[in-house]
């Protein structure tokens, strides 16, 4: 099931289950039904979004995976057995709902879903 964030602040943001799950779960916020950001939480969103980029930027340099790595790993998605690491970083996956974020923050409105 696609999840659907909006603000007033800007257009709606889709996104797949998965990728949508994982960031409510950074933001300990219940993927299950509707829920809310407030204008007062997004900082902290934002904050715990940003650890968790950093985390995953340390585990892929930990682990050798260069931004090379992860285009080619894209590149050949079609050709990759079915559980293949994922090549999109968390900081590319989370980039559209950051931008969200701090518009929302600027106008001092609310992000749902």
Known sequence: MPY???SRATAD???LDASA???LAILGKDADGAGIITAEQIPGALAAL???VLEDEARRAAAGETQDDADA???DEDAAPAGA???VSLR???APFIDMLKRSAA???DVTW
Do not use: P, V
Request: net charge positive; aromatic share 4%; proline share 0%.
């Open 4 to 6: 659907k964030f909006k």
């Open 73 to 75: 790993e894209q590149m």
């Open 13 to 15: 943001l889709i996104m």
């Open 107 to 109: 106008e001092g409105r």
């Open 21 to 23: 799950r994982k960031l």
């Open 50 to 52: 940003e650890q968790a």
């Open 85 to 87: 690491a994922d090549g």
């Open 92 to 94: 590319q996956r989370t």
